[in-house]
């Protein structure tokens, strides 16, 4: 650009990041913690028909924070990049750690050569099965990945219900009903007010199940893990 209207580098992804970083915080959190039977996945989400959190293959979930037409288009290229991989090669060479590295590498070329970055943190999960550990990775808007251990937090106050999460922790994976009961006092503990049932977004991924992992739960499964 012309002399009157340079930024240096530096500050132009300093920009960009600050851009994104307001954008994901103005929606709520979204949390992955791992229980007993696999991995739990919880948001504060009122809406019944935009899920934040959805199956990506077998054992893998997808959730996304942020601006939802943007981590809504990340998600269908993963079903498709995972579809794919499984198709010319075999099922399981699909991981959740190839699929967040191509994540990593999609939110890092947006962040670093378009003028806008994408205004999304994501969580791509996959459950163990036959003795295999749990994998929860979080990519950020501009591609960083981090490989989390036991609970991941995104969007929102994401800091403060990570803490809250930590400070309530058991030496133990929890069952279900107790590992959900913490994430919902961690979101009422930051949102500083009741959160219904109806407002919850919960979904698991299941070792024990047969077949797909995935498992959404409705309104009534939720009160009747809370009764």
């Known amino acids: 650009m012309p002399l009157p209207y340079y930024v240096s580098p530096e500050q132009m992804m300093q920009d960009k990041a600050e851009y994104a970083k307001k954008g994901i915080a103005k929606g709520r959190s979204i949390i992955a ?27 893998i979930a997808f959730a996304g924070a942020g601006k939802y037409s943007e981590f809504e288009h990340l998600r269908k290229a993963g079903i498709r990049h995972a579809d794919l991989t499984g198709y010319m090669y075999s ?85 279900l009903r107790d590992g959900l009961r913490r994430c919902l006092a961690a979101l009422e503990q930051v949102a500083t007010q009741k959160i219904p049932s109806e407002n919850l977004e919960v979904a698991v991924l299941d070792r024990n199940r047969l077949g797909r992992k995935f498992k959404r739960l409705s309104s009534a499964d939720i009160s009747q893990l809370f009764a």
């Open 33 to 59: 913690l791992e229980y007993i039977d696999g991995i739990l996945l919880a948001a504060d989400n009122p809406s019944s028909s935009l899920h934040k959190v959805s199956e990506v293959y077998d054992r």
């Open 91 to 175: 099922r399981e060479d699909v991981s959740a750690r190839t699929l967040s590295n191509a994540y990593s590498q999609s939110l890092g070329t947006a962040f670093s050569t378009d003028v806008k970055p994408l205004e999304v943190e994501i969580l791509v999960v996959q459950v163990g099965v036959n003795g295999q550990a749990n994998e929860i990775f979080r990519i950020s808007f501009d591609g960083s990945i981090v490989d989390e251990k036991n609970l991941a937090v995104i969007g929102g106050r994401s800091e403060a219900v990570q803490q809250y999460l930590r400070e309530h922790a058991t030496p133990q994976p929890p069952t």
